[in-house]
Nanobody, 120 residues
Framework: QVRLTESGGGSVQRGGSLKLSCASH????????MGWWRQAPGKERELVSI???????TYGDSVEGRVAISKDIPKRSIDLQLDKVKDEEPDIYYC??????????????WGQGTQVTVSS
């Protein structure tokens, strides 16, 4: 069982910065591609950013230039910062661990999701 512990979220001011963290077991943190996705009601989940075990990063088109993802090794977490938050951005953020290449029985695992509310 892969457990992903999300933190951060809540209320963020329009134009401000959103910070999220996702902690996991050391085997997940060190071997899986981890990242953040987000979803608006009635829409498909979209990529925010992912980071591979070797530190390579990928960013979603809708956040390019405004987002940074990094690893906190002592905390075994991945940290996301999204700047210049807009009113119309999706409001549920999910941590993901893609472990399909990490071990034979590995799959794709999701956190429970964290709500983000943009205030003006």
């Amino acid at each position: 069982q892969v457990r992903l512990t999300e933190s951060g979220g809540g209320s963020v001011q329009r134009g401000g910065s959103l910070k999220l963290s996702c902690a996991s077991h050391i085997s997940v943190f060190s071997r899986c591609v981890m990242g953040w996705w987000r979803q608006a009601p009635g829409k498909e989940r979209e990529l925010v950013s992912i980071i591979s075990p070797n530190g390579a990063t990928t960013y979603g088109d809708s956040v390019e230039g405004r987002v940074a993802i990094s690893k906190d090794i002592p905390k075994r977490s991945i940290d996301l910062q999204l700047d210049k938050v807009k009113d119309e951005e999706p409001d549920i953020y999910y941590c993901q661990a893609d472990c399909r290449k990490a071990w034979v029985s590995g799959g794709v695992y999701w956190g429970q999701g964290t709500q983000v509310t943009v205030s003006s």
